[in-house]
């Protein structure tokens, strides 16, 4: 009876399932995409199609198909498969999870593998737990994460785990996946007439980011909250479809996407590209990052960068900094647009960087040498006597206010560690 209650259960929940878990793939050949991950003749899909399958890391974002590609290897396998979400388990369940594959192996010789859901949240001591299991081969781990394992995972574990990034779907299978779901009438909405006019569907590809769960839900929104016209039709338009899909989340979190849209923000104002700069620029002021933080990184640049070659760049950074510290958003994004234009497009030369960390490096790397006798202070009483300044030349005493001297330690005579670029102001 216990049995019957269970199946009928699990029927139905299957049944009432969002459209993004009916329409997940079962086959690698319905998996969309990442070719280089599980391409035919990839290693990795040759490990499954053999049952030969190592410990593996599944890192990309929402939507791309990790869990997906794990339920895959649990229909493909003849060993036993477990799953843990790491947001709901413990230690605990790792080491019951561990006594059941030991008692397995000994008994039936099956092999288990552990699929773990957002391993990222588990914490160091809950990781800890699962490495010796791994490393001795007991347990089979393939673990999912949104965020960058190199900072989320430890090593050791990420060690003896192969790492494989699953990267946003296309535009291009985002379509596939929404037409098939469409026409599907066992496990997607073909029971219901339904026509998407051609600016909704774009909208929903394009709101979906490249994460087909995202895309599958506002199409299963839009369809089941629009009622049929005369002709039993749900007629989905622009209008229906952006109410559907709301306001665009970007997949942006502070360990992974958050240095990716840095880098690329910085990258781009070092490429002298302002189209590209303003859009980083956007990126980051939409996904919510700090202004604050913004206005510094251009500040760096400004001097890194650009340097010489323009010194109102730096200037003009600052003066953003200080000016969006005052105004705030939305206003203060128009201030550091401008900031980050005038700095796109001023000359470049990172002659400032380079002089510094060749000063540092002799510091670093050699003796402190004396300050010469000529340059030392004299200003106090008793220094005279000391010899301090004696034969320094002051240069307000020569015609141009410059005169040739020593001001390196005489260790150090002739060593270059300034050389302007020939960008800029910095020719002159």
Not at 273 to 287: E, F, G, K, N
């Amino acid at each position: 009876m216990d049995n019957l209650f269970t199946r009928s259960l699990e029927h139905t929940l299957e049944r009432e399932a969002p459209l993004a878990e009916r329409m997940r793939p079962t086959t690698l050949d319905e998996f969309e995409e990442q070719a280089a991950v599980v391409g035919r003749g990839t290693p990795l899909r040759r490990a499954i199609e053999a049952d030969q399958l190592r410990s593996i890391i599944l890192w990309g974002p929402p939507g791309t198909g990790k869990t997906t590609l794990a339920r895959i290897i649990a229909r493909m396998t003849r060993a036993h498969f477990a799953s843990l979400n790491a947001v709901m388990a413990g230690v605990n369940d790792i080491r019951r999870v561990v006594q059941e594959a030991r008692d397995r192996r000994a008994y039936y010789g099956q092999k288990t593998i552990l699929f773990i859901d957002e391993i990222h949240r588990f914490n160091k001591a809950q990781q800890d737990a699962l490495l010796p299991s791994v490393e001795n081969g007991l347990i089979t781990l393939i673990g999912s994460t949104t965020e960058n394992p190199m900072f989320t995972v430890n090593r050791p574990l990420l060690s003896r785990s192969q790492l494989y990034r699953l990267e946003p779907l296309s535009n291009e299978a985002i379509y596939r996946i929404l037409r098939r779901a469409l026409a599907d009438k066992e496990r997607g909405l073909g029971e219901y007439r339904v026509e998407v006019e051609p600016e909704a569907m774009r909208h929903f590809v394009r709101a979906a980011g490249g994460d087909a769960r995202a895309a599958l839900n506002f199409l299963e929104m839009a369809v089941l909250t629009t009622p049929p016209g005369e002709e039993g039709v749900r007629r989905i338009n622009l209008a229906v479809a952006e109410q559907a899909s709301g306001r665009q989340v970007l997949k942006y979190d502070r360990e992974d996407e958050h240095y990716d849209v840095v880098s690329a923000f910085i990258k781009s104002m070092r490429g002298s590209d302002p189209q590209a700069t303003v859009y980083w620029l956007a990126r980051l002021i939409y996904a919510g990052e700090d202004p604050a933080f913004i206005c510094r990184r251009m500040m760096i640049h400004a001097a890194e960068d650009v340097g010489l070659a323009d010194p109102r760049a730096l200037m003009v950074a600052t003066a953003a900094a200080q000016a969006v510290e005052r105004v705030g958003l939305p206003e203060a994004r128009i201030i550091m647009a401008e900031a980050a234009l005038y700095i796109a497009r001023a000359p470049k030369s990172n002659s400032v960087i380079r002089a510094i960390d060749r000063a540092m490096a002799v510091v670093e790397k050699e003796r402190p040498h004396p300050v010469p006798v000529h340059l030392r202070d004299a200003s106090y009483p008793g220094a005279a006597a000391l010899g301090h300044g004696k034969g320094y030349k002051y240069p307000h005493d020569y015609p141009g206010h410059y005169v040739p001297q020593q001001y390196l330690p005489p260790e150090l005579a002739g060593r270059i560690f300034y050389e302007p670029s020939g960008e800029g102001e910095e020719k002159e």
